[in-house]
């Protein structure tokens, strides 16, 4: 469990802005997400297309999912000086309301950063998600590793077609192999 207290004023002024910026993104704002992630000492929201981190006081670390318009109803209800929420697993209360969330804790401070893909993410964006300095937690929590392996499975596949088209001028897998991957991990 995970307490946290932040001043309302800038927590509904942070809501304001995310709105914006879903409408502005042409993002369904009843169909979007927020994410919230809790420190000790700060709080940062992200929804498509921002990220404001306000000041809050905490008592643990934790990432918690839920849909955007139905908190921003519940944070426009508060009328506390500080808004006060505690997080349960798969629950959260705010005031008197309660909720379900998705909902992750971290020992030690340690929070797992959202990974961003492209609009457009190709098989080598993906890809280089590996080589990158993601710890495979994120990766899992970002629901990646799945999409990494289509996309390696999907670059073998082709390294493999582009072997049998050339091997009858001698050139070996071990070459297209290092060349294409030399191209994807700079």
Do not use: W
């Not at 940062?44 to 934790?62: E, N, R, Y």
């Not at 390294?159 to 071990?174: D, N, T």
């Amino acid at each position: 469990m995970v307490h946290l207290i932040a001043d309302r004023i800038q927590f509904l002024e942070t809501m304001k802005h995310l709105k914006e910026a879903i409408h502005k993104n042409k993002v369904n704002a009843n169909k979007t997400y927020c994410e919230l992630q809790v420190t000790p000492t700060k709080l940062t929201f992200a929804a498509p297309g921002s990220f404001i981190t306000i000041p809050c006081i905490a008592t643990g670390a934790v990432r918690v999912t839920f849909p955007f318009t139905m908190f921003f109803d519940l944070i426009k209800l508060e009328m506390q000086e500080n808004i006060e929420m505690t997080f349960h697993p798969s629950e959260t209360i705010l005031g008197t309301f309660s909720f379900q969330a998705i909902t992750k804790f971290y020992p030690k401070d340690q929070i797992l950063n959202t990974i961003h893909l492209p609009k457009k993410c190709t098989l080598k964006d993906l890809l280089k998600l590996k080589s990158e300095n993601h710890s495979q937690e994120e990766l899992e929590f970002n629901k990646i590793p799945e999409k990494i392996a289509i996309a390696e499975a999907e670059l073998e596949k082709s390294i493999q077609s582009c072997f049998k088209a050339l091997k009858r001028y001698e050139i070996q897998h071990s070459e297209i192999e290092a060349f294409v991957k030399s191209k994807i991990y700079p």
